[in-house]
T-cell receptor, first 116, second 114 residues
């Protein structure tokens, strides 16, 4: 069974600083995908970044980068130059297509608060 | 390109009633997945549909069901509502094949059962 662990229930960061949100995962499948989503108070889940298990380079999308350490089974999200609008819940998730399904398994989330 | 749409956005129902939620995926996406989000249980997978077939199902009672139409739009139904069914119901769409793993979520339907 797959499992995602996010050990930081809440974090604070100063505006314009960088922040790292931790995520570790557990799976026995060789092929899987790792995701980060942002959920503002409105409830919508916003896709941020994706990393495939066979990708050699860390994924980046604008101010977001995913620090993928396969041997340690970690997939930390790094947000550079934090903005007030980054205050939200952040979820790490994984999927595997081995079973022909794209089911996502989510972590409990980290609540990020950006301080002006 | 239009995003994922869900209707209705908010719903209040009484215990014992049934409810139907709708989800329209991004154009060209053939996979629709449904998730339930509650403060206690977090985000839990309900089921996934691909090309009108249920491809996977989570650990929920039979009161929760779904279907997908030929245009990829999906509906989920909950019968005999219980207080514990109060939650945010999110649907996500993806290509569903050929490595199209990225899943894009709709705004959700917030269901309150009284």
């Amino acid at each position: 069974a797959q499992k995602i662990t996010q050990t930081q229930p809440g974090m604070f960061v100063q505006e314009k600083e960088a922040v790292t949100l931790d995520c570790t995962y557990d799976t026995s499948d060789p092929s899987y995908g790792l995701f980060w989503y942002k959920q503002p108070s409105s409830g919508e889940m916003i896709f941020l970044i994706y990393q495939g298990s066979y990708d050699q380079q860390n994924a980046t999308e604008g101010r977001y980068s995913l620090n993928f350490q396969k041997a340690r089974k970690s997939a930390n999200l790094v947000i550079s130059a934090s903005q007030l609008g980054d205050s939200a819940m952040y979820f790490c998730a994984m999927t595997h297509s081995g079973a022909g399904s794209y089911q996502l398994t989510f972590g409990k989330g980290t609540k990020l608060s950006v301080i002006p | 390109k239009a995003g994922v749409t869900q209707t209705p956005r908010y719903l209040i129902k009484t215990r014992g009633q049934q409810v139907t939620l709708s989800c329209s995926p991004i154009s060209g996406h053939r996979s629709v997945s449904w998730y339930q989000q509650t403060p206690g249980q977090g985000l839990q997978f309900l089921f996934e549909y691909f090309s009108e077939t249920q491809r996977n199902k989570g650990n929920f009672p039979g009161r929760f069901s779904g279907r997908q139409f030929s245009n990829s739009r999906s509906e989920m139904n909950v019968s005999t509502l219980e207080l514990g069914d109060s939650a945010l119901y999110l649907c996500a769409s993806s290509l569903g094949h050929s490595g199209g793993y990225e899943q894009y979520f709709g705004p959700g339907t917030r269901l309150t059962v009284t």
